[in-house]
């Protein structure tokens, strides 16, 4: 890992030995972009990758230099109005109306290691050998306004991390109007884009076009990062597919309003921009302050996309997922949601805690319904306490502990971002709420949202959450943000400061996380979204786990977690085993299948374990057993896409590091008539070695042979008599030679 700079050629070599990225200063003093791709030999001199050239219509940035005019040129962080006519990095407003910037390079620092991101999440490093930091500090002349541009590359991984910070040093007061967080031009438009896209419910389908002449790409203007557009962006060349081919995957830490677009120009160069979203974006920079972008996470792979997601999976576990529980293993919980929703009574309660834990559950987490007077969704949001007693006779620190006596660690579920009108907070600070004056407040599920960009806010939701987390024996936390917001309109804010709301709502959002992780550091945080609308890199910085979907469907939710791990590890996808008929979809699935699903993230139940039958109830405990025996391998093995549930059936794998151990699961979706013979062609075995499947002496196989002939399914193997919505999970072991 290195990064050098020629002071001849004018250019910055970043590189590890899997990757190049390669910048240099052109002769108007901008920063244009030579390459990024597979690792490439440094030497003195790459500018002849510039290409560009006198074109008629182009303009150029000084006199009798016609080489190359920015529209032509592959531009570092590109500004508007001076040539480039491509859509921008960064604009900015100033007093006199112009919006004409020209960034300067200025100088660079080289660093080893990586700075932290004030206020905002960020990947991370342990030691300083980890990585290594380039700044490349720009100017605007005129305005005295520099651009910090930073970049990091990790010596283990085909990664560079990106920000941007402005700081105004000039005397006049200027708007950021789009501040991304990067920028790269591509030298062509050769590939397919892939987003992670959907809606409630069925979060992270996967969606692919071939790139066009244009704009295309995904954003939010919700207030979250959302249920319809993940903030990430892939591309990769038409060829590739799981395991071969060159694939960019573009990914956005921040869980606000964000933009990943992708602009092909009419000559074939590809323009990706991502960072926080413009349209819902306005940051007065007066003399003296500064912005901070959000981090951009790049990785390239030239090994397929599988490739490209494990790198995203493991530099996302172990760099960007903080504090104990990165390493720890999960504990398997039981969620009474879908048993009571906010109807219970303490005693189900318990019933329901002492059933899991006789089948071996660890965690009973008690979600919405246990504050102020919440019998449903149209009251109390806002009032952190217990109010009625009838419901829970000892408060939630008497539940905690009876839970606690029962040898099971307890949860609680908040929704801290948010407020119903029957609620104490709301009849005490009415204006606490985001609304536009005039206007009347659009609701959703009977509540509204909260003004996080207000520090007192904020801070009166601490306060009540301390109070609680802090009396009560609480383990975990399940997080949730069940609206998107509306009319977004701080109340006591000038009309000039409107546009910073969206951005400093989710400050707030992240200021409220970090207090409660200093101050209670075991507690095991789960974000969630009505499902996995806030799925994203932000919240696995505070959250190292996160509520995938409502939709626990097995079959529904194969898709989804399929989806969900082009980017993210298993051990942040929460997945729970749910009764049916499935309240979302209406199928019923084998409970196996059901397990199954859930086995490949973070596991646990979600249903009434007393309406079990006997029969289900030891396969409950056997899948709970499963689970806790192979939850490090699943959490920390490697992960292998083989077959698209999007298509006839769905399998993957997980393997361990050491291609000792791993673990395979087939789906099969619909039965077809006259079937065709099956086999699950397994990936990242060691050819070598002879591996045993589900302790079956009789199934005793090299991995070549495995991975290269493939694996036979066996109707038998198949749960429940192998009909629709059956499954089968395979244990595999690396065995010495001589066995059998
Ligand atoms: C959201 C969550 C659910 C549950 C309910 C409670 O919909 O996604 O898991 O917590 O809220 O109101």
């Not at 295309?216 to 799981?242: F, M, W």
């Not at 006779?393 to 579920?413: H, R, T, V, Y």
């Not at 062609?681 to 290269?708: A, F, H, P, Q, T």
Request: charged content about 25%.
């Amino acid at each position: 890992m290195a990064i050098n700079y020629s002071e001849k050629s004018k250019k910055f070599h970043i590189f590890n030995d899997k990757i190049s990225y390669i910048i240099q200063i052109l002769d108007d003093n901008c920063l244009g972009n030579l390459y990024f791709g597979k690792h490439i030999h440094d030497k003195e001199d790459f500018s002849h990758l510039l290409q560009g050239g006198l074109r008629s219509l182009a303009v150029f940035h000084k006199e009798n230099y016609y080489f190359m005019s920015p529209q032509y040129t592959k531009m570092e962080y590109p500004t508007y109005g001076t040539g480039d006519y491509r859509h921008p990095a960064v604009e900015i407003k100033q007093e006199n109306g112009s919006r004409v910037v020209f960034f300067e390079y200025e100088s660079y620092k080289i660093f080893k290691g990586k700075k932290k991101l004030m206020g905002l999440p960020a990947t991370y490093v342990e030691s300083e050998q980890e990585a290594e930091t380039l700044e490349i500090t720009l100017i605007d002349k005129l305005l005295e306004v520099h651009c910090i541009l930073s970049y990091t590359i990790y010596k283990e991984y085909p990664v560079i991390t990106r920000n941007a910070r402005f700081i105004n040093n000039g005397s006049e007061n200027v708007i950021l109007e789009r501040a991304l967080s990067a920028s790269v031009d591509l030298p062509d438009a050769d590939f397919e884009l892939l987003t992670l896209s959907g809606a409630w419910s069925r979060e992270r389908h996967i969606k692919t076009s071939k790139l066009q002449q244009g704009i295309q790409g995904v954003y939010s203007k919700c207030g979250a990062s959302s249920a319809e557009h993940n903030p990430c962006v892939i591309l990769k060349r038409p060829n590739t597919d799981e395991s071969i081919g060159e694939a960019y995957g573009f990914s956005l830490v921040y869980s606000g309003n964000h933009m990943e677009q992708i602009e092909v120009d009419t000559n074939d160069l590809t323009r990706v921009l991502i960072g926080i979203n413009p349209d819902t974006f306005e940051w007065p920079l007066n003399n003296g302050e500064e912005f901070q972008t959000p981090e951009a996470v790049m990785v390239y792979s030239d090994e397929g996309l599988n490739k490209m997601s494990q790198t995203f999976h493991k530099l996302y576990r172990t760099r960007l997922v903080r504090g104990i529980w990165r390493d720890k293993a999960r504990p398997i919980l039981i969620n009474n949601w879908e048993a009571t929703e906010t109807n219970f009574t303490e005693e189900q309660i318990l019933e329901i805690a002492r059933t899991g834990k006789a089948l071996g559950m660890e965690l009973f987490v008690l979600d919405d319904g246990w504050f102020g007077k919440r019998e449903d969704d149209k009251t109390s949001l806002g009032d952190w306490y217990v109010t009625n007693f009838k419901k829970l006779p000892d408060g939630i620190n008497g539940l905690s502990q009876k839970i606690e006596a029962l040898g099971m660690k307890f949860g609680l579920w908040f929704e801290p971002e948010m407020v119903n009108k029957d609620s104490d907070l709301y009849r005490a600070h009415p204006d606490w709420v985001l609304q536009a004056p005039g206007r009347s407040l659009s609701l959703s599920r009977n509540q509204y949202v909260l003004d996080f960009s207000r520090p007192e806010v904020v801070d009166h939701i601490y306060n009540m959450m301390e109070r609680i987390l802090d009396t009560a024996h609480i383990s975990y936390v399940k997080w949730d943000m069940n609206r998107y917001i509306s009319e977004c309109y701080s109340n006591h804010k000038p009309a000039s400061r409107q546009g910073m709301v969206f951005h400093e709502y989710i400050l707030g959002v992240y200021s409220l996380y970090e207090r409660l992780i200093e101050k209670f550091p075991d507690i095991l945080f789960e974000s969630c979204s009505s499902g996995g609308a806030r799925f994203d890199p932000g919240m696995l910085y505070y959250a190292p786990q996160a509520w995938t979907s409502d939709d626990t469907d097995a079959v529904e939710r194969l898709k989804i977690q399929y989806g969900t791990s082009y980017v993210y590890p298993l051990s942040s996808m929460g997945a729970h085993v749910s009764k049916v008929p499935n309240l979302q979809v209406g199928r019923t699935t084998p409970i196996e299948t059901r397990g199954n699903v859930a086995q490949f993230g973070v596991f646990g139940y979600e249903l009434n374990l007393n309406l079990l039958s006997e029969e289900e109830k030891t396969i409950v405990g056997k899948q709970v057993a499963f689970a806790k025996e192979h939850r490090e391998l699943i959490h920390q093995g490697l992960f292998y896409r083989i077959n698209s549930p999007f298509e006839e059936v769905g399998s993957w794998m997980v393997v361990s590091e050491d291609r000792e151990k791993a673990i395979a699961a087939y789906y099969k979706l619909l039965s077809i008539p006259n079937e065709p013979w099956r086999r699950l062609y397994l990936k990242g075995l060691d050819k070598d070695k002879k591996y045993v499947i589900n302790n079956d002496k009789s199934r005793v196989y090299y991995g070549d042979e495995l991975m290269n002939a493939g694996m036979v399914i066996h109707k038998e193997d198949l749960c429940a008599g192998g009909g629709d919505f059956t499954s089968a999970v395979y244990f595999i072991k690396a065995v010495e030679k001589s066995f059998c």
